[in-house]
């Protein structure tokens, strides 16, 4: 098991995740990172979530990978 955190970020802001989760191995990580993003995504408000971008760190701060959210939105059309 392994303690990972979620921060999203885009040129103006920056949302820290305090609590952070337990998974598996990096497969599981990666699903839950998409289920952030997915969440963000679906929740209220006009906000254009393409050029945000998900980080996913261990317990001591180390960058694991990054999401942007455009992954989970797709481009636009």
């Known amino acids: 098991m392994t303690h990972i955190y979620f921060h999203c970020a885009n040129s103006e802001r920056v949302v820290v995740d305090p609590c952070g989760i337990e998974v598996e191995d ?10 952030v993003i997915q969440q963000f995504v679906n929740s209220a408000g006009p906000v254009d979530w393409r050029a945000w971008t998900l980080h996913v760190s261990d317990e001591e701060g180390d960058e694991i990978f990054v999401m942007p ?8 059309h």
């Open 69 to 76: 959210f455009s992954y989970v939105l797709g481009r636009p």
């Open 26 to 35: 990096l497969i599981e990580a990666h699903q839950r990172a998409a289920g």
